[in-house]
């Protein structure tokens, strides 16, 4: 087999040059297009919605941009920071989240070394809680503060630790919850802001609070107990809240009743009084009329209830027409 039309490298450089000159005639033209191409790239830069750029000349800080396309110059000249400043960034003590969700999922691995805490009446209490925060002013959080993270982390255990040991197990566990919740997340706030970390805490929260797992099978034990006694106090307050109002309401009822009863009888002497002497003054005045009308005032009340009315001659001596007085007709 013949090769026709055979070219020799020399040939093809031959070609070469009669096509477009001389070989380093574009080399400058091609450094500096890439140059302008490096210096565009680098010229225009953009900041997403939830975001602000932080511009430094030679290292110095220049100014903050806002959301949006910006330019500034390029060769290392200037350089932008993008800081994230509306998210919530979340700090976890004593557990991990693995995988957030409906169902989120932890991580099985134990972190007592930052759970286990010491109570004021001197318990060991595991306690998980998180710690919510974002990013309040871009500038400090660069030039004033060298791990923002780690300080957090720092403030907030440093924190806690002191919160759980001014208060009883049994509180952490109910009703302080919330309470050592609000008094953390001001407290840290107060010592991040006296650090100038441009860091602001959203929120403190406990998760989570148990008895170690050591202790726990005692620890339900004096629950129990402590249940038992509330159980037995209530239903004594119970019973003594049926006992004890009734009975006062019945001493009151007969306090009462005896009042009116002496109230009762005071009011009808004083008025029996009083009729005396009016009747006694009315009898000084004419004896006679009025011995004939308390007789007859008395007949008034008498007779009405007398069965069988007898009717006397004072004039008869002898009882012997009365004999036979039950009798109708009189005597045979």
């Given at each position: 087999?013949?090769w ?22 574009f ?6 297009a ?34 949006g396309?910006?330019?500034?110059l ?22 991990r989240?693995l995988?957030?969700?409906v ?21 060991i ?9 974002k ?6 959080l ?8 780690d ?12 919160l ?7 509180e952490?566990?109910?009703?302080e ?6 008094l953390?997340?001001?407290?840290i ?9 441009g860091?602001q805490i959203?929120?403190v ?10 202790v726990?099978p005692?620890f ?12 037995m106090?209530?239903?004594a ?7 004890i109002?009734r009975a ?15 109230l009762?009888?005071?009011n ?6 009083e009729?005396f002497?009016a ?6 005045k004419a ?9 007859l ?5 008498v007779l ?11 004039e ?8 036979n ?7 045979k």
């Amino acid at each position: 087999m013949e090769w026709k039309d055979v070219r020799g490298v020399d040939d093809i450089i031959d070609i070469g040059k009669k096509k477009f000159g001389k070989p380093g005639r574009f080399v400058p033209l091609a450094i500096l297009a890439l140059l302008l191409l490096i210096g565009l790239k680098g010229t225009i830069y953009s900041i997403g919605p939830d975001e602000v750029g932080v511009v430094q000349r030679f290292g110095k800080y220049l100014h903050t941009t806002s959301p949006g396309l910006h330019a500034k110059l390029p060769f290392g000249i200037e350089k932008v920071t993008p800081l994230k400043v509306t998210k919530v960034f979340t700090e976890e003590f004593g557990l991990r989240t693995l995988r957030a969700g409906v169902r989120t999922e932890y991580s099985a691995r134990s972190y007592l070394d930052e759970s286990l805490m010491l109570t004021g009446d001197l318990n060991i209490l595991d306690v998980r809680w998180i710690v919510q925060f974002k990013v309040k002013d871009a500038f400090k959080l660069l030039f004033e503060t060298r791990d923002p993270q780690d300080n957090v982390r720092d403030i907030s255990e440093v924190v806690m630790r002191r919160l759980v040991g001014d208060y009883r197990v049994d509180e952490v566990l109910t009703i302080e919850r919330e309470e050592i919740g609000d008094l953390a997340q001001m407290e840290i706030q107060k010592i991040l802001d006296s650090y100038g970390t441009g860091i602001q805490i959203v929120t403190v929260k406990l998760q989570d609070v148990n008895p170690p797992d050591e202790v726990k099978p005692a620890f339900n034990e004096v629950n129990e107990a402590k249940q038992e006694k509330e159980r037995m106090i209530n239903q004594a307050w119970e019973a003594y809240n049926k006992v004890i109002p009734r009975a006062k309401g019945e001493a009151e009822k007969t306090i009462r009743e005896a009042e009116g009863y002496q109230l009762d009888k005071v009011n009808r002497a004083k008025g029996e009084a009083e009729r005396f002497l009016a009747t006694w003054g009315e009898y000084k005045k004419a004896p006679r009329i009025t011995q004939k009308r308390l007789y007859l005032e008395t007949m008034v009340e008498v007779l009405p209830r007398a069965k069988e009315k007898y009717i006397i001659d004072p004039e008869q001596s002898s009882i012997l027409p009365l004999l036979n007085i039950g009798q109708r007709g009189g005597s045979k």
